[in-house]
């Protein structure tokens, strides 16, 4: 039996994440940030904060981005003075990421931004079952 668009939870995902991309972006305009500069920012910002020094393909795995796309934004990055990329001593075809004195400023304010409109988004929801849900939704198949 087919189901109408209200059914599908697919549909309802779609429309769902263009309503909370459409908040995201609202918030970070005025920031001087696109989603994925945001992303890339604040994975690099928490991972230095956790004493790590990443190179480009790790903050690409902990932001869930593609490596080449991931390369892109953070020359651009790195164009805005937000982070830097610095010659890896172990390797030197890698690139480790630091953010800047900027960057590590801007970082907080962008997440506070964010997390400001996901309570807004997720309010209808205990943030418990949201968060227990999308988990079991973003979760990679074995």
């Known amino acids: 039996m087919a189901l109408t668009p209200g059914e ?6 779609w429309h769902a994440t263009l309503r909370w991309q459409r908040g995201v972006t609202a918030a970070l305009t005025p920031l001087g940030l696109t989603h994925v500069q945001f992303v890339l920012l604040a994975c690099t910002w928490w ?20 490596v080449k796309m991931t390369s892109q934004v953070v020359r651009t990055l790195e164009g805005k003075g937000l982070l830097v990329r610095e010659t890896d001593p ?53």
């Open 47 to 66: 991972l230095n904060g956790q004493g790590e020094h990443p190179n480009q393909l790790a903050v690409a795995r902990q932001a869930g981005t593609d």
């Open 8 to 13: 599908s939870p697919g549909f309802l995902l």
């Open 90 to 142: 172990a390797d030197t075809r890698a690139k480790r990421l630091r953010v800047t004195e900027a960057g590590a400023e801007l970082a907080p304010r962008a997440i506070a931004a964010v997390e400001a409109v996901d309570a807004e988004f997720f309010r209808p929801v205990p943030v418990g079952e949201a968060v227990k849900l999308l988990a079991a939704l973003a979760r990679p198949e074995d």
